[in-house]
């Protein structure tokens, strides 16, 4: 039986987004040299990887100067809202509040961010947090 295909980035695919997102639209040789640093790569295996990403409908791409240049049709924080949905479903058992306590007992934590932390808390609850 065939694997399902995934409604989420693989991996490398994240990291071309995180490029595109950055820099769109760009031709297969400038997702390359921004890879290059990280994870070199054959401009074949970009090309592969960015027309896969196409299908997905990650990607649409677009005839520029006798090249096909690349943008991102999702944006990143859809991305990353899907990417923990899929996390708090399959490791939390779909309890957003579970994955907060274990991010909230496994990090260190400056002074600043706790209350940044605290405001969002506040937020959510409807309150300014100047009480």
Same mark, same amino acid.
């Given at each position: *039986? ?7 980035? #693989? ?6 987004l ?15 040299a ?10 074949? /295996? ?6 896969? *990403? ?5 990607l ?12 991102? #049709?999702?944006?990143q924080t859809? #991305?990353a809202?899907? *990417?923990?949905r ?8 779909? /309890? ?36």
């Amino acid at each position: *039986m065939p694997r399902r295909a995934s409604t989420r980035p #693989t991996e490398l695919e994240l990291e071309i987004l995180k490029t595109l997102w950055e820099s769109a639209p760009a031709a297969v040789r400038q997702v390359q040299a921004a890879l290059a640093s990280k994870r070199p790569l054959a401009v074949t /295996s970009v090309t592969t990887v960015l027309n896969i *990403m196409t299908r997905k409908g990650f990607l649409k791409r677009a005839k520029s100067g006798g090249v096909y240049v690349y943008s991102p #049709t999702v944006t990143q924080t859809a #991305t990353a809202n899907g *990417m923990i949905r899929d996390l708090i479903n399959r490791l939390f058992c779909g /309890s957003a509040a579970s994955l907060m306590l274990n991010l909230l007992s496994e990090q260190d934590l400056d002074e600043k961010t706790l209350k940044e932390i605290r405001s969002a808390l506040n937020r959510k609850q409807g309150r300014t947090g100047h009480e």
